[in-house]
């Protein structure tokens, strides 16, 4: 893998029973970029996610991921927890998946519990109230609050996560991933359901993680305004393949792109470009 | 060689009884997705109701003993519907829509109120009758001397089951009732569009799971000659271990899940400890929810992420 | 304008109100007498020689039939009257603002009460013994509460834990010698590795499916300790089970007891208000290490277990060492309890560790509202206490209790205490509404 690659993966392929949801896909993503993964509904994009953040097992393929110092990682070969644990990789979800009873602080914690639970002597050293564990635990109070106020949810901190509005979940569960300091960070259609405004605020935070934290960033996305914006390298998948990589530019005049959008074959893509407007 | 065949039978008789009380679990747990604590002791209730209308028919001088069986099969299944009816319809229909462990602990209050309802109304002592269809057939004598038999009582029970399974199938199969069963299975609310009503479909759910643990009690009645208010806790967790075994949502699988559970408790209690049986049948429950948690003939989950 | 007015049809409401309750009663009447016929109507028992006879109560039939057909007309009214707002609109609001306030005060009011219990009932000793027990339920109420509430996983077997802790002490000292304290950090050790021996099967498992589990293991405990004689003595059970002492001072008239060494006269009281303050002691025990562990790593872990265990992975939280460390934090005290029980009773059998058991400390558990510490303890308090009131009516009372379960699922699925409380905060401490609370899948 170059210097330059955060992510490859290689030859993947993901199987349920008789359907190949995934199959034989390769691309990489870069170190400090945004790489989008897009493609209409069905093409199998989740699919990948689940596989890399260790949520299914792939049938077949490597996923390997570089850390700074050089080594390799075999996400393949990690499953559960171990992939934000060890691997360092964060993910969001389609589905809002914040913990509704606790309060927004609360969930910013639970992320950090890796690292708390360090710091608590595995609880023990908490249970006596060690001062070892007391300054552990308001720097993490101090990293969430950080966060909160990066997306300005501090005048919230103390609401139940289940109360706050939509784009607000959305933005909560962006730095809920960020509380566990990820090299990567993949998310699952993080503008679906928000209005311009939100969208663009949305890509301002990205970019602001991207450059300020220096996170890579893996993005499956249908918001066009938003993946168009902040992606520096797009993967186009239909039906479990990959049809299309390159550039915004490059994807975004591809008529096999096009075509798979518009539900058409690539000849009748090609000729409604020739025809112009 | 003949002892072990002995066995076998056996276990294929009590499994029969398990098996239709499994078919109220499986039934009621895939359409609403509970499990019905209760269900043992409808179970209980339907011995009961056997005993009490054998009793009562015999005092009027009737000796025709398959006229009786019929009236008390009929009256027996009738009543205890009926309880399985009033049951949903008082402690888990209103929670419908509750969160998950308020219909649970329903039904453990509902498994409670029905076995001490039958203990202050009957009384604690274990109720015996004299064997209603007696004698069998000697099938063969084995090379030890020892008699392998098929009693009468024993057609009895395969058969009814057997009946039972057979109309039971059809109606899921071929009824409107069991097209709308498998629809609410499926997906209610898509079903409740489509014009299904998903009350009344789940409420027939609990009446024939209901019915067929009437027959199974009547079954148990003839088979042991014995019925008491607390048979229905355990042979509840017995008959809910063969619906697992068997593959919850599954109707063959909770028959086949209760012949195995049948012949796993005779063939333990034959070969190994009586008194140890009842730990053999729930280690079977824990090993199987272990290696294959969606049984044998289940629908394999894959969790959405 | 003119305006026209068109006077409608004059409907009688009440008219058909009346109607329709008087059929809805009759229809409850007629299904009540089926239901009843055989079972009440006819009363059967083993006669002298084994035969089995009958007699028929057609009298208590008809009371049944009867009481069932003016119940049903009472509540039809009373749902009328009380309308879709629900009982609590029948509260005026400033009262309602009045119980909230002095709701903050009824935990250290009640920690102070409870504390002077056996100075002010000092000679009522069946007030004393009740005590004991209602803090029993307690303790086991809070140790549920770590899994059932906190981490969301259905137990139907906790009373497996309770046995193992009241045996392992009673067998550890009568066969060694043991005194309680060195017994009861055994028990409890004993009783975690069985939670974490019940926790490892379980893991894959979810909702119903660990809770049948968790009860079949309830279930082979007892069995177990029925048929597993020459260990546990089966049926007989263990007797000669030492009393407790303070710090090795015997609670008795001899001239090393504790009386003689205070100088003060012996009375047999002594021992059961030390066993009152000791289980309180147990009992703030478990509800300090709960309290606590809340607010640290794990405890929060739990909670989010129960919440959403899918994101708890994708946050890198090993959701296996989580629940495991929930099965054995709330056996261990169950453990406790279980040690407790043994040296207050003397004697232990297998008839205190049924399933009956389990299913009134989870009764407990989610009539409190599952995860608050103040409700599981109100929540004992009812129970228990209103089981005591029915203490003559042996029979009675077990069908009793099965209705009360159902009738407060319909009432308050989410229990007493309608509310959960965070953990850390900002600025202030907002409590969040049980609606928001997922109630975990296991």
Known sequence: MSGEQILRIDHLTMRFGGIVAVNDLSFAAERRKVTALIGPNGAGKTTVFNC??????????????????????????????????????????????????????????????NALMLASGLTFLGLIGAPSWRSAEKRAIDRAR???????????????????????????????????????????????????????????????????????????????????????????????????????????????????????????????????? | MDYFAQQLINGLVLGSIYGLIAIGYTMVYGIVGMINFAHGDIFMIGGFMALISFLILVSFGLTAVPVILLIVLIVSMAITALYGWTVERIAYRPLRHSFRLAPMLSAIGMSFVLSNYSQVAQGARVKPVPPIIPGGYALYTGASGFVVQLSNVQIVVVITT??????????????????????????????????????????????????????????????????????????????FTAAVLGGIGSLPGAMLGGLAIGLIETLWSAYFSVEYKDVAAFSILIVVLIFLPTGLLGRPEVEKV | MASVTISAPEVKPAAAGIAFILKKAAISAFIALVLFSLMVGVRTEAGPTGQLTYWTRFGELAALVAAVFAG???????????????????????????????????????????????????????????????LTYVMLGWG???????????????????????????????????????????????????????GFPVLRLRGDYLAIVTLAFGEIIRLVIVNWQSLTGGPNGVSGIPRPTLFGIALTPADDGLAAKLGIPFSPTHRIVFLFYLILALALLTNWVTIRLRRLPIGRAWEALREDEVACRALGINTTTTKLTAFATGAMFGGFAGAFFATRQGFISPESFTFQESALVLAIVVLGGMGSQLGVALAALAMIGGFELFRGFEQYRMLVFGLVMVLLMIWRPRGLIGHRAPTVYLKQAQTISSDLVREGHG
């Open chain 3, 72 to 134: 049903s007309i009472v509540i039809e009214i009373l749902r009328q009257w009380i309308g879709p707002a629900g009982a609590g609109a029948l509260v005026p609001p400033a009262l309602q603002h009045a119980i909230k306030t002095a709701a903050r005060l009824v935990a250290p009011a009640l920690l102070l009460f409870t504390l002077l219990v056996p100075v002010i009932f000092y000679d009522q000793r069946y007030i004393l013994d009740l005590g004991v027990l209602v």
């Open chain 1, 52 to 113: 890399i953040t260790g949520f299914y097992k792939p049938t077949a393929g490597t996923m390997r991921l570089a850390r700074d110092e050089g080594s390799e990682v075999a996400l393949e070969r990690l499953n559960d927890f171990r992939i934000s644990k060890h691997a360092k990789v964060a993910r969001t979800f389609q589905n809002v998946r914040l913990f509704p009873g606790m309060t927004a602080l609360e969930n910013l914690m639970v992320a950090q519990h």
């Open chain 2, 162 to 239: 057997i009946v039972l399974l057979l109309i039971f199938t059809w109606l899921v199969a071929r009824t409107r009732l069991g097209r709308d069963m498998r629809a609410c299975e499926q997906d209610q609310t898509m079903a409740a569009l489509l014009g299904v009503d998903v009350d009344r479909t789940i409420s027939m759910t609990f009446v024939i799971g209901a019915a067929l643990a009437a027959v199974a009690g009547m079954m148990y009645l003839l088979y042991y000659g014995l019925v008491d208010f607390f048979m229905g806790f355990v042979a509840g967790i017995k008959a």
């Open chain 1, 146 to 277: 950080f966060w909160l106020d990066r997306v300005g949810l501090l005048e919230r901190a103390d609401d139940a996560a289940g109360n706050l509005p939509y784009g607000d979940q959305r933005r909560l569960e962006i730095v809920r991933a960020m509380c566990t300091e990820p090299v990567l960070l993949c998310l699952d259609e993080p503008a679906a359901g928000l209005n311009t405004r939100e969208s663009a605020s949305l890509s301002e935070l990205l970019l602001s993680i991207r450059s300020d934290q220096g996170t890579s960033i893996l993005l499956i996305e249908h918001d066009m305004s938003v993946v168009m914006e902040i992606s520096d390298h797009i993967v186009v998948m239909d039906y479990g393949v990959k049809i299309a990589e390159g550039s915004p530019a490059m994807v975004r005049d591809d008529p096999k792109v096009i075509a798979a959008y518009l539900g058409a074959d690539e000849e009748e893509a090609i000729a409604v470009m020739e025809a112009g407007p």
């Open chain 3, 144 to 198: 549920l509460n770590v899994v059932v509430g906190l981490a969301g996983l259905l137990d139907l077997g906790y009373v497996a834990f309770y046995a193992v802790g009241a045996y392992s002490y009673a067998l550890l000292a009568t066969s060694l010698g043991l005194s309680f304290w060195e017994g009861l950090p055994l028990a409890g050790i004993l009783a975690a590795l069985w939670g974490v021996m019940l």
